[in-house]
């Protein structure tokens, strides 16, 4: 019964409450007109629920209407917060004035100054230039300068420490073998000859075998087992007439022939036992560790301002080849390699020197970028001279101006070459100088080259 007259009072007072703001609302229209009627209304209506939720009993066992009933106040102050402010009406004591002008009337003998609407201060606007998107041409420059080029203080400092090593080098091997007929060592490779990447981090050291040619001759590769023009026989002749032990370079013979492997050996064996590296390598303010797994004569040196990393090849030079002695991978010992490093810097050079052009710094820009590509690196070196050279004889315009042209003309080539499996050297078109790649590598590579035709940035972001 309390209860039944507690909400019967309840309603009552509600009926009160709804009868005034009924009245009130009623009249809203005519006082505030119809935006500002609709204003009071939702404000009106808001502050309604917060009375009643006030004024209703709570449930205190039940949760989920504590809840609802908490969620409906965050509803209505929302709604109260969002409610527009209706528009403030400007009061206009003389119809003839603008709107605009003040409301107050000067007062007599008061000089009427119109008033100055300060506008606010505006926020400086920063013109926000479109990203300029750079053509090939730029890229590749940037790439270079960026990347690619070497600190003056490395490219000074590291063909001096290898020249000092090579010569440390060379007073061992005369007086350790001062009966084998080794000539003047000398540098040589990219850092020194300009064709490949600007990296101070390799050298290599030649080694110079001088043979008596009355003694030794040359047997082409084609016409052995390996079947191979790139690779080369050296034998030892007339042994009838000169037996045994005639020749110096005898104590190497395998079969008849001057086995590369066998030097190597040899002079691996000095490299890591007989010389010694911490005292030479204190000396030069380095350390220099010769590399002991490694089949090549590789020498790793640490120095504070460069890394670097020399490799010695002997070198055998008769009838206007260069031999290497690197043999290829397997059970093939006597074989000596064919190189045209000299030459191709040499014809590089010419074709450059005759036209203006800018071969080597193409050159340099595509061997650092395949160099560093994990899919590419086999193709940096020798492969991207004799395209280079290749396509020098059909196109003549090897200008700065067309470098981004021939950059990725050069791509274009080369994914010709790697669909045929055959890229032939520029000066012996007998020799295949994809002829070590394995199937799957050429597969990937020529993938690689054929997506950068279409987009040559690709190859210019970092791995």
């Known amino acids: 019964m309390a209860e039944f007259t507690r909400q019967r009072g309840k309603r009552q007072e509600d009926g009160g409450l709804g009868s005034v703001l009924d009245l009130l609302l009623a009249n809203a229209r005519l006082v505030l007109g119809v935006s500002g009627a609709a204003v009071l209304a939702i404000a009106t209506l808001a502050v309604k629920r917060l009375i009643d939720r006030a004024t209703s009993p709570r449930d205190e066992g039940d949760p989920k209407a504590e809840q609802k009933t908490l969620e409906e106040s965050w509803q209505d102050l929302a709604l109260i917060k969002a409610t527009p402010k209706p528009p403030k009406k400007q009061r206009r004591e003389d119809l003839s004035e603008p709107l605009l002008l003040p409301a107050r009337v000067p007062a007599p003998g008061e000089a009427h100054k119109p008033r100055v609407c300060s506008a606010p201060p505006e926020t400086p606007r920063v013109k926000v230039s479109p990203p300029r998107c750079l053509t090939l041409q730029e890229k590749l420059l940037s790439h270079y300068s960026s990347r690619l080029a070497v600190h003056e203080a490395q490219a000074s400092l590291a063909p001096q420490l290898a020249r000092s090593i090579c010569t440390q080098l060379q007073n061992f091997l005369r007086s350790k073998c001062p009966e084998l007929p080794f000539g003047s060592l000398f540098l040589s490779g990219p850092l020194l000859d300009g064709l490949g990447a600007l990296a101070a981090d390799h050298v290599h ?22 079947r191979n023009p790139q690779y080369w026989l050296i034998k030892r002749t007339d042994l009838e007439y000169f037996p045994r032990g005639r020749s110096p370079w005898d104590r190497f013979i395998v079969g008849w022939y001057l086995s590369s492997n066998a030097l190597n050996e040899t002079l691996h064996k000095m490299l890591v036992a007989s010389i010694n590296w911490p005292a030479i390598g204190s000396l030069l303010g380095s350390i220099i560790h010769p590399v002991v797994a490694s089949q090549e004569l590789k020498l790793e040196v640490k120095h504070d301002q460069v890394k670097l990393s020399i490799t010695l090849f002997p070198v055998v030079e008769m ?81 700065e101006e067309s470098l981004a042209d021939r950059f990725q003309q050069v791509l274009e ?51």
């Open 413 to 463: 080539e080369l994914v010709g070459y790697l669909e045929k499996g055959v890229l032939p050297s520029y000066f012996n078109h007998k020799i295949n100088l994809f002829c070590e790649l394995l199937e799957e590598e050429i597969d990937e590579m020529g993938f690689v080259l054929y997506r950068a035709i279409s987009e040559p940035e690709l190859l210019l972001k970092e791995k």
């Open 205 to 226: 050291l030649m080694l110079p075998v001088v043979l008596d040619a009355t003694l030794w001759s040359l047997i082409p590769g084609e016409d052995t087992v390996v």
């Open 319 to 399: 009838e206007d080849k260069v031999l290497l002695a690197a043999p290829p991978e397997g059970l093939v010992e006597n074989l000596w390699l064919e190189s045209f490093y000299r030459a191709e810097v040499s014809k590089v050079e010419e074709l450059d020197a005759g036209d203006s052009g800018a071969r080597q710094h193409c050159l340099r820009i595509l061997n650092g970028v395949f160099k560093s590509h994990p899919a590419l690196h086999k193709l940096s070196g020798s492969p991207l001279t004799h395209v280079v050279l290749h396509l020098s004889a059909t196109s003549s315009d090897w200008a």
